[in-house]
């Protein structure tokens, strides 16, 4: 069946890189997308990912995708203690008749000095 | 800009009452989304509309019903309240199928007891 998953917790030093994966079991997905959900909020899109690409980078995010091993990852270049939050991997897919988003559980990043 | 607007943010329901979530949005979009996000799991879809007077079933609508009398409005409801309901509640809006971005609301936090 349909399966995200990714670590529960990241713990990084300020200035440093954080790199958050996820793998995803749908082969079909044409999108994947991170989420970042920062404490009280609802999800916010961070980026996305169309399928048929490797790489995507926007600023201080780099998304990288391997189709062949269902891996994607985000990397958060200098991270800043404003960037402490949950990140959420989604894939879209389509199954029982509609499009759907299938999340994982989110990985909740902890910027430290 | 309001986008997605939940209420209550929090609610605290005894097994057996009812309630409803509320859920409106002011984009104008024709998809609007009902997810639950209990402890340590991914969001999952309860309910979900492509347009007004139209709603369908996600992948864990029992215990609750939703309607969608009007674009803007997508209520979310619990007739007989049951523990296992206890999650955080998030409604969400797209222009497009799910696939393409999601807008979300700040959540509602339902405890049931």
């Known amino acids: 069946g349909e399966d995200v998953e990714q670590s529960l917790f990241l713990s990084v030093r300020e200035g440093d890189s954080s790199v958050i994966n996820c793998t995803y079991t749908?082969?079909?997905?044409?999108?994947l997308y991170w989420y970042k959900q920062e404490p009280g909020a609802g999800l916010q899109l961070l980026t996305y990912i169309f399928s048929n690409m490797d790489m995507k980078q926007d600023q201080r995010l780099t998304v990288l995708l391997n189709k062949k091993d269902k891996h994607l990852s985000l990397r958060i270049a200098d991270t800043q203690t404003g960037d402490s939050a949950i990140y959420f991997c989604?894939?879209?897919?389509?199954?029982?008749?509609?499009?759907?988003?299938?999340f994982g559980a989110g990985t909740r990043l902890a910027v430290h000095p | 800009n309001a986008g997605v607007t939940q209420t209550p943010k929090f609610r605290i329901l005894k097994i057996g009452q009812s309630m409803t979530l509320q859920c409106t949005q002011d984009m104008n979009h024709n998809y609007m989304y009902w997810y639950r996000q209990d402890p340590g799991m991914g969001l999952k879809l309860i309910y979900y509309s492509v347009g007004a007077g139209i709603t369908d079933k996600g992948e864990v609508p029992n215990g609750y019903n939703v309607s969608r009398s009007t674009t803007e409005d997508f209520p979310l409801r619990l007739e007989l309240a049951a523990p296992s309901q206890t999650s955080v509640y998030f409604c969400?809006?797209?222009?497009?199928?799910?696939?393409?971005?999601?807008?979300f609301g700040q959540g509602t936090r339902l405890t049931v007891v």
């Open positions: 749908d082969s079909s997905s044409t999108y």
């Open positions: 989604a894939e879209s897919t389509f199954s029982g008749g509609y499009n759907k988003l299938i």
């Open positions: 969400a809006s797209g222009a497009g199928p799910i696939g393409t971005e999601a807008f």
